[in-house]
């Protein structure tokens, strides 16, 4: 709980450091995790003396000017308070339950609690004294909230706070302090002792321990679940019966809320009761006394370190490991930090890496300026070796474990823990050493700034070795193989390998396009590496080698594969780590882009890798640790021991803005009419490295697929339409571990009215209006020319007409007066009689003709009624006697179509003809049906009927059935005709009443939209 007596004592804490660490590896100090601030100018409060986080990863803030949260990136203020209340938001302590609640207390009395977005309450009406302010909260194992005060304890229960009296077995009205332990007991430090509330039980039990009585003890659990005290004495364990033991398996998160002091997850002791600045102890459970106060001077940060403010106030370790402190002026965060940087005693800059006799590590340095420059040996910590000063810009581990260090001033040879000098060519005395290696032969190489390699021949050195193919130029980097090949990788991408007394050269023509070579790794695939890029050597040429993001494979001036088969790679992004799986698959698909892992400034990394001279900046220590020279520094890290984030980040969607207006990531919100454009921000709770949160979103019903964003924790869309949307994002931590659930925001745009069905179905139905009109137009155009070529038509019928009357028929009548006066002067006999004959024939084709003609001049003008057309069809053949005629008519007569009205009555003119001259019927029925969908006529007689073969083809010289079948195709009817012998006939026509009516009115307004066809 909150430690009052830390707040205001600052300045405390033991006199003495404990533990040690192994010589390999120095002991972890504050400095070597990796720091970051936040002020007042990063958006971040002044003042806070209180922090929780909550399961759902926000890091919660309490200052004097309210509620803050944080997701590692953005500050937010969050008001619990209506907006409308006047109390005051200052905060006096934070606890986040396990169960995801937020616990608040304000510093003038009152509470809330903050549950699924939800703020409740509670004030005098719900237990708590008015104007009490609370200290701290706790749970215990049952998952009820206890208060502490300073008028004593206080629980929630049924939703109302009551002070924990003789009904709990604790009945002490003073101030107390809680904390609770591994196995779910909540303690409590009173004035007279400590009690515990066990999980289950309803009731305090006084328990024996070293808390001293009438003494103020603070109570803090561990990283193991066991517990610490605070008192007058000092800081140790707590010591009783009762106490839980150590347990070693016990790696939870010490607590969810803030404290002056704060165990981590690996023993360590942070606190900020040890001002000015926080303080850490790396085995606090080695001490065998109480930690005294005093004057803390161990391992300690401060503003001049880096720290935001001097003057800290609260502690915690979230769930990833970090800690954070509050400060006076904002907030701090240290995480651990992969990369350890060497700290020298002064400053070394240029580092010239070689592994010793024994396995230690060393480096020369090369400073080109006022500063001193030496032989370092590193473990455990930075110290000069003895008997050596000058600039080394080479050094090379030699066959007999041997060093040979090369610079300006000279070479040198160190054994023994001794330097022994080393001619080097007299025309290069003065110049620096480029590079240093042994051939397969024994013979030693070296190779000197902008000038050539030498090849020491016994005591002679060389120029080239001798070799002719080898060009004038100095290599950058020596590299021998296996086979006693030397490599030696120069500018221009150019790179020769030397087997004996001869040299083949490669250049860009061999695919070598990575600038110069400045590091080379032999093998199997020898793999080259340099300002542009790194390339693969097959035996023959060289092609590139690509990673996902090309850029972290130039400026490579370090190459190294561990045991494993997984490669390093030194260079101007930092060190990048790529997998032996996605090297292997690199070199056997000339077109994959490797994944890889980057270790930068933001893992402690000291810059870029060092560039030029001295060359390798990557090297592997006997431990199999790995040493980077970079642009600032010295440093290594354990390939072994690499950190990894296994807490998938829960992501959150901030807002949505659309136009002017805010919106919170409410559920079924609604969006204005004309909301075209948003912008959706999320984020992604991961307070490690937030900087490296990638994230990938889509907006389901426009995005196809998944976006990749990158590390944006924003999304904008533009030209949306009405309609449902959802919105997702995914987030993933720094290590690439992914929430694949994520979070999900559900919106609608509301449409505006030319955007609803409404409009778009009176846009259709204007539409098929307007299709009916034009039908319309375009059928009384139609109507109309069909109409002027009827009447052209009928016209020229009326001049045939006339003609054929006037000419031909009159003729033939007088032709026929005069053979009749012929027949009457002939006498009676044979001839006469076949002139009577031949005249009676002439005499039918006379009619037939005048029918013929009067069919010419027919129109549908005549034909006012079908039934009255019908009835004088039979008036015309029926004589006297003949059979019964009978016409019936259903449904309202309507007008026909002229264009198929003398079809229709021609058709039904044959059948009645047909039934009154061949049928032989008594009686003949006419029946004419004006349908609402169409018209339909039917003529039946009771006469012979019509034989089968008759009926299918016709009779031999007629058209009558062939004439009506045609006409009936002619306007798109269906004409039935049903007979047999001795069964009568009946003949049904029908049309529909599209094509039939002037005027048609039924069958719906589709209908009207066939036409013609």
Known sequence: MANRLGLVGLGLLMCCTFGGAHAAEP??????????????????????????????????????????????????RYDLLPAESTASRSIGALFAKRTGELWVAYSYGGASVLKDGVATHYGAREGLPKGLPIDGFEEDGDGRIWAETDKGLYVLERGVWELAGEQWGFARPGSVQMAQDGTGTLWVSADDGAYVLRRGARRFERVETDVKPGSESSLYRT???????????????????????????????????????????????????????????REPHAADRPFQLGQFSGDKFKLSDGLSSDVTMTLLEDHEGNIWIGTK????????????????????????????????????????????????????????????????????????????????????????????????????????????????????????????????????????????????????????????????????NMLAIVEGNTARLFSAADGLRTGTVTAILPGPETIVGGELGMAVFDGRRFRPLAATRQ??????????RTRDGTLWVNGNAGAVRISADALRRALAEPDFRMPFELFDMEDGMPGAAQQIRPLPTLVEGTDGRLWFAATNGLAWMDPERIHRNARSPPVVIRSLV???????????????????????????LSLSMPERVAFRYRLEGVDEDWQDPGTRREAIY???????????????????????????????????????RWFLALCVLAGLGVLWLLYVLR????????????EERHAERERIARELHDTLLQGIQGLMLRLQAISANLPQGEHREGLERAMDRADDVLVEGRDRVRGLRASSEEIPDLAEAFAAVAREFGGSPGPVFRVAVEGATRVLNPLVADEIYRIGREALRNAFQHAGASEIEAEISYDVDELRVRIRDNGCGIAPSILNSGRPG??????????????GARLEILSGVGRGTEVTLALSAERAYVHHRGGGWLRRLQGFR
């Open 27 to 76: 002991a972890l100090t504050i400095k070597d995790f990796h720091h970051t601030a936040w002020t007042l100018k990063d958006g971040a409060p002044a003042g806070i003396w209180a922090m929780a986080q909550t399961e759902d990863g926000w890091l919660w803030l309490g200052t004097a000017s309210g509620l803050y949260r944080f997701d590692g990136v953005v500050f937010e």
């Open 223 to 281: 990283n193991d679940g066991t517990l610490w005290k605070q008192d007058d004495r000092g800081f140790s364990p707590l010591r009783g019966p009762d106490v839980p033991l150590r347990s070693a398996s016990f790696t939870e998160t010490t607590s969810q809320h803030a404290n002056t002091m704060v165990f981590d997850r690996e023993g360590s002791l942070w606190s900020v009761v040890c001002a000015p600045g926080i303080c850490r102890i």
């Open 329 to 492: 002026l904002g907030l701090d965060r240290f995480r651990r930090n992969d990369v350890r940087v060497v700290g020298f005693p002064e400053m070394v800059v240029y580092f010239a890496l070689v592994p010793g006799e024994g396995g230690e590590m060393r480096t020369g340095s090369a400073s080109r300026n006022n500063l001193p420059d030496r032989m370092w040996q590193l473990e455990p910590s930075p110290s000069p070796v003895p008997g050596f000063s000058g600039a080394v810009t080479a050094a090379y581990r030699d066959t007999d474990g041997s060093t040979l260090l090369g610079g300006p001033e000279g070479s040198w040879r160190f054994a023994g823990g001794k330097f022994t000098p080393l001619a080097v060519p007299k025309q290069e005395e003065g110049n620096r050493v480029q590079a240093i290696t042994r051939d397969g032969a024994g013979r030693l190489w070296m190779s000197f700034r902008a000038s050539i390699a030498y090849r020491l021949d016994g005591d002679t050195w060389t120029p080239r070795g001798g070799i002719a193919e080898l060009p004038e130029l100095a290599p950058a980097r020596a590299v021998t193989d296996e086979q006693g090949r030397v490599w030696f990788g120069y500018n221009q």
């Open 551 to 560: 850029d972290v494979l130039t400026g490579v001036t370090g190459l190294l």
């Open 658 to 684: 659309a136009g002017d207006r805010r919106y919170g990531p409410e559920a079924g919100l609604h969006l204005p009419p004309r909301t075209h454009g948003l912008k959706i921000a999320y984020s992604a």
């Open 718 to 756: 533009t030209n949306l339409g009405p309609g449902t949307y959802r919105f997702r994002v995914i987030a993933a931590n720094e290590d690439g571990v992914w929430n694949e659930q994520g979070a999900a925001l559900d919106f609608e745009i509301e449409p505006t009215f030319f955007e609803t």
């Open 779 to 790: 059928l009384r155009e139609m109507t109309a020319r069909v109409r002027q070529r009827l």
């Open 958 to 971: 007629h058209w009558g059935l062939g004439g009506m079948r045609e006409r009936a195709e002619k306007v």
